[in-house]
């Protein structure tokens, strides 16, 4: 017969271990952001930042991933080259992240994919198009689409649509994506009876380039192709205008921001861009998602980095749920057979190369709004 004493102590120690399990059942999961919250291209962080929180807020709210509760780490790299891999260090070893979320740019994306793929952390980039992202290994992946569709589809859309038979590329130098982007526009082009009279070059940060406009004036092309990002692009636009030169400018994502039109303004009227979403878009789950976005982040409009942000961290939730756990190669795993995952920028289904087949969006602009123009299946 057992004492009074020695069942006490076994009831407490029962309750300290059912205790003890539920706390470790209850941890937090960590999640890690790096991103460009401040600096030139703060725009692209910022938005993207935004969806992420709204996703996290969501999923916790019903209950979290397994029965615990995601807890976002995020670190800004302040647009500054060789930062993104600084903060994704941090991330890993200080906060010990179990995936990571970022970048939009492909540049920042390229640094920091390495550092994540050395330790075995996934990483989601929620809109990184250029190809060499995910060919950093097995552990990097996106939900956005990639550069040589990108740059099918623009190269279509100058034939098509716009009826340009020469056009210019002006492309930045100091830009993974820029030149990826102009390269595949080239290819599909060309093959498609277009011509590339004249090709001019910029660096990021750049402010006059009345010189490579000049060129182009006198080049008498149709249209500009301009793969850049949205600061350098806007002023291209302004500058061209300044000079003379009406015909289309047209680009890629990278011009995927409200500072575009703060900048260009009126100059951008009759001007194109590609991007992934649209808030316009009447889908069900876009207008739900843009309500949601917009009540959360006092009327902001929601734009692609956002829903791609968004998209990433629920991507990640699913694999989570799939993998059992957040063993880094279970999880790899799960991400990897990601299939016809139903989000606001698309449904995702990651491939053998851990790319996602989107669809892309042209947007037109005009009397200084950014308006739904058409979609462009894969």
């Given at each position: 017969?057992?004492?009074?004493?020695?069942?006490?102590?076994?009831?407490?120690?029962?309750?300290?271990?059912?205790?003890?399990?539920?706390?470790?059942?209850?941890?937090?999961?960590?999640?890690?952001?790096?991103?460009?919250?401040?600096?030139?291209?703060?725009?692209?962080?910022?938005?993207?930042?935004?969806?992420?929180?709204?996703?996290?807020?969501?999923?916790?709210?019903?209950?979290?991933?397994?029965?615990?509760?995601?807890?976002?780490?995020?670190?800004?790299?302040?647009?500054?080259?060789?930062?993104?891999?600084?903060?994704?260090?941090?991330?890993?070893?200080?906060?010990?992240?179990?995936?990571?979320?970022?970048?939009?740019?492909?540049?920042?994306?390229?640094?920091?994919?390495?550092?994540?793929?050395?330790?075995?952390?996934?990483?989601?980039?929620?809109?990184?198009?250029?190809?060499?992202?995910?060919?950093?290994?097995?552990?990097?992946?996106?939900?956005?689409?990639?550069?040589?569709?990108?740059?099918?589809?623009?190269?279509?859309?100058?034939?098509?649509?716009?009826?340009?038979?020469?056009?210019?590329?002006?492309?930045?130098?100091?830009?993974?994506?820029?030149?990826?982007?102009?390269?595949?526009?080239?290819?599909?082009?060309?093959?498609?009876?277009?011509?590339?009279?004249?090709?001019?070059?910029?660096?990021?940060?750049?402010?006059?380039?009345?010189?490579?406009?000049?060129?182009?004036?006198?080049?008498?092309?149709?249209?500009?192709?301009?793969?850049?990002?949205?600061?350098?692009?806007?002023?291209?636009?302004?500058?061209?205008?300044?000079?003379?030169?009406?015909?289309?400018?047209?680009?890629?994502?990278?011009?995927?921001?409200?500072?575009?039109?703060?900048?260009?303004?009126?100059?951008?009227?009759?001007?194109?861009?590609?991007?992934?979403?649209?808030?316009?878009?009447?889908?069900?789950?876009?207008?739900?998602?843009?309500?949601?976005?917009?009540a959360r982040w006092n009327g902001e409009v929601p734009g692609a980095f956002s829903a791609l942000g968004y998209d990433a961290v629920y991507v990640i939730a699913d694999a989570i749920k799939r993998a059992g756990g957040t063993d880094g190669p279970k999880l790899r795993d799960a991400l990897a057979a990601t299939k016809d995952f139903?989000?606001?920028?698309?449904?995702?289904?990651?491939?053998?190369?851990?790319?996602?087949?989107?669809?892309?969006?042209?947007?037109?602009?005009?009397?200084?709004?950014?308006?739904?123009?058409?979609?462009?299946?894969?």
């Amino acid at each position: 017969m057992k004492t009074p004493a020695l069942l006490l102590a076994l009831v407490a120690c029962t309750l300290s271990l059912s205790n003890g399990l539920a706390a470790r059942a209850a941890e937090p999961i960590k999640l890690g952001e790096y991103a460009s919250l401040t600096g030139k291209e703060a725009g692209f962080g910022q938005t993207s930042h935004h969806g992420v929180v709204l996703a996290l807020e969501e999923i916790n709210a019903a209950g979290g991933v397994l029965g615990r509760p995601l807890e976002l780490a995020f670190e800004d790299n302040q647009t500054k080259p060789g930062e993104s891999a600084t903060v994704v260090k941090k991330l890993i070893s200080r906060d010990k992240v179990v995936a990571l979320i970022g970048e939009v740019s492909s540049g920042r994306s390229l640094e920091a994919a390495p550092i994540a793929q050395a330790a075995h952390i996934p990483m989601v980039a929620p809109a990184a198009t250029n190809p060499k992202v995910t060919q950093t290994g097995s552990y990097i992946f996106r939900v956005c689409f990639i550069d040589p569709f990108q740059g099918t589809v623009m190269a279509k859309f100058a034939k098509n649509d716009l009826k340009a038979k020469k056009v210019a590329i002006l492309s930045s130098v100091s830009n993974a994506y820029s030149l990826g982007l102009a390269k595949f526009f080239k290819e599909t082009f060309t093959a498609g009876g277009g011509e590339v009279t004249e090709e001019k070059n910029f660096s990021e940060g750049d402010k006059d380039f009345r010189a490579q406009l000049t060129a182009v004036k006198s080049a008498g092309v149709d249209a500009v192709f301009v793969p850049g990002y949205y600061t350098e692009s806007a002023l291209i636009v302004r500058q061209a205008r300044d000079l003379g030169i009406t015909i289309p400018f047209f680009g890629g994502d990278g011009w995927e921001d409200e500072q575009l039109l703060k900048i260009g303004g009126e100059a951008l009227n009759g001007c194109y861009y590609s991007t992934h979403f649209s808030a316009e878009n009447t889908d069900p789950i876009v207008a739900q998602f843009a309500a949601k976005y917009k009540a959360r982040w006092n009327g902001e409009v929601p734009g692609a980095f956002s829903a791609l942000g968004y998209d990433a961290v629920y991507v990640i939730a699913d694999a989570i749920k799939r993998a059992g756990g957040t063993d880094g190669p279970k999880l790899r795993d799960a991400l990897a057979a990601t299939k016809d995952f139903p989000g606001v920028s698309g449904v995702t289904t990651i491939d053998k190369d851990r790319n996602a087949s989107k669809a892309a969006t042209i947007i037109a602009l005009k009397d200084g709004k950014a308006l739904f123009f058409k979609t462009v299946a894969p």
